[in-house]
């Protein structure tokens, strides 16, 4: 049973570009939730994903935005890139959001902004 | 808003020693509540939670720990550390519906022979 799987691992981008990140959730889960950690920090909720639509949002602005698709994989876009977007990306599934419910994150995806 | 903080950054312990790391939320209503570990260069696993029933909780790894609401606190206890206990840990609280999960700062487990 695959876990969550997320691409790429690493890579790096200059300042002002835009960067996709994809993440594919734990079979048998629908909902999608993305994390931002910056180096010797806790992670950071982004937003979650369910039934295809944003349900929640943390305190990010609106350069970072996602999608979720019918397969329940997603997308985090994250445009006009800044030094201080430098971080690990974790992508997390669960199943319908429900109090204690179990979460699964992926490795994650470095993002280095040059 | 709900918060978590992780009391030491870095905790040092002898192998086979005792592992306490601290952990206090704040909520006016009980959250449920988690603890990840992180070794080098990976994602997060879950070592054990707490939502609902007996507060002392066992997880993997022989790690345990107490919801002791009166303290708003969830430490996180292993009797006997072992080399590869080595990694940071995270406590984490969830009070809505949603799942969203607010993390403390984490707190760096160092394990000597």
């Known amino acids: 049973d695959a876990g969550v799987t997320q691409s790429p691992t690493h890579l790096i981008k200059t300042r002002g570009q835009q960067v996709t990140l994809r993440c594919s959730p734990k079979?048998?889960?629908?909902?999608v939730s993305w994390y931002q950690q910056a180096l010797g920090q806790g992670p950071q909720f982004i937003f979650q994903?369910?039934?295809?639509?944003?349900?929640q949002r943390g305190n990010f602005p609106d350069r970072f935005s996602g999608h979720q698709f019918p397969n329940y994989s997603s997308e985090l876009n994250v445009n006009a890139l800044l030094l201080g977007d430098s971080a690990l990306y974790l992508c997390?599934?669960?199943?319908?959001?429900?109090?204690?419910?179990?979460?699964?994150f992926g490795e994650g995806s470095w993002l280095t902004v040059v | 808003a709900q918060s978590v903080t992780q009391l030491g950054s870095h905790v040092s312990v002898s192998e086979g020693a005792l592992v306490l790391l601290r952990c206090n939320y704040s909520?006016?209503?009980?959250?449920?509540l988690f603890w990840y570990v992180q070794y080098p260069n990976q994602g997060l696993q879950l070592l054990l939670k707490y939502t609902t029933g007996a507060t002392l909780v066992k997880g993997i790894n022989g790690f345990e720990a107490e919801f002791k609401k009166s303290e708003t606190s969830f430490h996180l206890t292993k009797p006997s550390a072992h080399m590869s206990d080595a990694a940071e840990y995270f406590c984490a609280a969830s009070h809505n519906a949603g799942n969203m999960l607010t993390f403390g700062g984490g707190t760096r487990l160092m394990v000597k022979p």
């Open positions: 079979s048998g889960h629908d909902t």
């Open positions: 994903y369910y039934e295809e639509e944003e349900r």
């Open positions: 997390a599934s669960s199943l319908v959001p429900g109090q204690g419910n179990t979460i699964y």
């Open positions: 909520s006016s209503v009980p959250p449920y």
